[in-house]
């Protein structure tokens, strides 16, 4: 049952991934009546803000828009950067509303920021430990290895479940500052709405999926030991 839902949610990621993208083709076209770019979006949302210490750069590559708060960056990718349109609009107001948490002390943001370093570190380890801990439980028994490995799993998935209230409150600081100052017009605000809707639905299956993986993982152990009963 966990394979098949874990089948049906990997589909629903990739209907999710083709629909993000296009609507950020759709929307990618649509230029905003003010003819701002998302560069000057960002710069304004942050001194709206009260935000002064953080810069807007440009970053390579589709949809590699994201906030730094080691260095403290808004990177907008080649799409967004320059361009005057509604996707432009929604991502760069987005990543700023990460900038915003940051500099308001947003609990889960500050959370995300403190599991970094260990969720590197069992991202690292954990295919390896899996690995290992499922061929020593089916060739002696043991399940200290595996019962590591699953641990290291769950904090990827705590991980990826931490991220949502993160994604979805910058989303929402994002279109509700575009509304309030007026930056795009009603029709415009829809497909910046719409994107970001998208956007946050694939957090919203990689956190199903890695529950669903946990989950499968977590009877294999179960299932040795009834064996061993």
């Given at each position: 049952?966990?394979?098949?839902?874990?089948?049906?949610?990997?589909?629903?990621?990739?209907?999710?991934?083709?629909?993000?993208?296009?609507?950020?083709?759709?929307?990618?076209?649509?230029?905003?009546?003010?003819?701002?770019?998302?560069?000057?979006?960002?710069?304004?949302?942050?001194?709206?803000?009260?935000?002064?210490?953080?810069?807007?750069?440009?970053?390579?590559?589709?949809?590699?828009?994201?906030?730094?708060?080691?260095?403290?960056?808004?990177?907008?990718?080649?799409?967004?950067?320059?361009?005057?349109?509604?996707?432009?609009?929604?991502?760069?107001?987005?990543?700023?509303?990460?900038?915003?948490?940051?500099?308001?002390?947003?609990?889960?943001?500050?959370?995300?920021?403190?599991?970094?370093p260990i969720v590197s570190i069992s991202t690292n380890l954990l295919?390896?430990?899996?690995?290992?801990?499922?061929?020593?439980?089916?060739?002696?028994?043991?399940?200290?290895?595996?019962?590591?490995?699953?641990?290291?799993?769950?904090?990827?998935?705590?991980?990826?479940?931490?991220?949502?209230?993160?994604?979805?409150?910058?989303?929402?600081?994002?279109?509700?500052?575009?509304?309030?100052?007026?930056?795009?017009?009603?029709?415009?605000?829809?497909?910046?709405?719409?994107?970001?809707?998208?956007?946050?639905?694939?957090?919203?299956?990689?956190?199903?999926?890695?529950?669903?993986?946990?989950?499968y993982f977590i009877m294999i152990l179960l299932g040795n030991n009834?064996?061993?009963?």
């Amino acid at each position: 049952m966990v394979i098949l839902i874990s089948g049906i949610i990997f589909i629903i990621s990739m209907i999710v991934q083709v629909q993000l993208k296009t609507k950020f083709e759709k929307y990618s076209k649509t230029r905003l009546s003010n003819g701002m770019s998302g560069k000057e979006i960002a710069e304004k949302m942050l001194r709206d803000n009260g935000i002064t210490d953080v810069n807007v750069i440009s970053t390579p590559g589709m949809l590699t828009d994201h906030y730094n708060p080691v260095n403290k960056t808004v990177n907008l990718s080649e799409g967004v950067y320059n361009r005057r349109s509604t996707a432009a609009a929604a991502v760069a107001a987005h990543e700023c509303g990460h900038a915003v948490q940051h500099a308001v002390g947003y609990s889960m943001l500050q959370l995300r920021s403190k599991l970094v370093p260990i969720v590197s570190i069992s991202t690292n380890l954990l295919q390896w430990v899996l690995l290992a801990g499922i061929s020593i439980m089916a060739f002696s028994g043991n399940i200290l290895v595996l019962g590591i490995g699953i641990m290291l799993f769950a904090i990827t998935t705590l991980f990826a479940f931490v991220t949502l209230p993160v994604e979805y409150d910058a989303s929402n600081r994002a279109l509700q500052w575009l509304e309030n100052n007026h930056i795009v017009e009603p029709s415009e605000h829809d497909e910046c709405k719409d994107a970001l809707k998208w956007a946050a639905r694939t957090y919203l299956v990689s956190a199903l999926g890695s529950l669903a993986q946990l989950i499968y993982f977590i009877m294999i152990l179960l299932g040795n030991n009834r064996r061993n009963d």
